[in-house]
């Protein structure tokens, strides 16, 4: 069965015959007539009733038309909501982001302009951290992703757009005082106690933060785990312990926490913003706004 047997049928339905169809549909009424008979034979029972020159729709055939022509009605509608999407006119693209990354600078710029350009797409956000948005994009679950890189990143299924880099900060209850201004030393930070965050959220910034810290001799005493930053701020808020967090970060500071940079302390985290290799025709139109953006040195 075909839609244009569905057609042909309704059109008799509709307008009381053969002859009347085929005039409307400007085709010959022997085609007509014959994907009639086609359908009928496929279906296995009549729906017209032929009285010499005249058809009437049988009990079965009545009920056909109707959901025949709702079959066609869906179908029409399916067909220019697809052109809706294929033209960037509506669809919804699904964009993961990372809260403390979403602040300043390349996400909220980017989302205000496409929003601006293409106010009849939907975005979809999904913060998220960033490991648990690179396994959903490869798993199909977002179209998007604003994330540091990290080491479950497959490059040759992902389109990769560096967006800047981040360092490493200490973040402090703004009750504990330095004894000096600027970049503190290991004697300045030395015994803190530390809030920090499970390997398992981010094992590759993890195991860099580290390092770096085993580096400059810091050996961390961590009072508190949290999963995400914003979590670790609050308790640094609350006097809990010290936190070594992402220097975005400080594009939204707390009112209780203080933000400073540790002397000879460097972690440097590529942002990212990653699709599919091969991008749909809605997310493309996201990464020409971020390609553009980039292109001005946001």
Not at 157 to 182: K, N, Q, T, W, Y
Not at 214 to 225: C, K, M, S
Request: glycine share 6%; net charge negative; aromatic share 6%.
């Amino acid at each position: 069965m075909e839609l244009r047997h569905l057609r042909y049928f309704v059109a008799v339905a509709e307008h009381g015959g053969i002859s009347h169809a085929a005039e409307r549909l400007n085709i010959a009424q022997p085609a007509v007539s014959r994907q009639i008979r086609d359908l009928e034979l496929e279906l296995g029972f009549d729906l017209l009733s032929r009285e010499g020159r005249r058809v009437v729709l049988t009990d079965a055939g009545r009920d056909f038309a109707v959901r025949a022509r709702s079959i066609l009605e869906e179908t029409q509608a399916a067909a220019e909501a697809a052109r809706r999407i294929a033209s960037g006119e509506a669809g919804t693209i699904r964009v993961g982001l990372l809260e403390s990354a979403s602040w300043a600078d390349h996400v909220p710029l980017t989302l205000n302009q496409f929003k601006r350009q293409h106010d009849r797409i939907r975005l979809d956000i999904r913060p998220m951290s960033s490991v648990d948005q690179i396994d959903a994009l490869l798993a199909g679950e977002l179209d998007a992703a604003f994330a540091y890189r990290q080491d479950n990143i497959v490059e040759d299924m992902l389109a990769i757009h560096p967006l800047r880099c981040d360092d490493v900060v200490l973040a402090a209850s703004v009750d504990l005082a330095f004894d000096r201004d600027g970049p503190l030393s290991f004697e300045d930070i030395d015994g803190l106690p530390i809030v920090a965050f499970p390997r398992a959220s981010a094992p590759a910034y993890h195991d860099q933060l580290f390092a770096a810290l085993a580096g400059i001799g810091f050996e961390p005493q961590i009072v508190q785990e949290a999963v995400d930053e914003t979590t670790m701020l609050s308790l640094v808020s609350a006097g809990v312990g010290c936190a070594f967090v992402n220097s975005a970060n400080m594009q939204r500071p707390p009112r209780r926490v203080q933000f400073r940079e540790v002397e000879g302390l460097s972690v440097p985290v590529e942002l990212l913003f990653l699709t599919q290799r091969t991008p749909g025709s809605l997310t493309q139109l996201l990464v020409d706004t971020v390609v553009g953006l980039c292109n001005k040195k946001v």
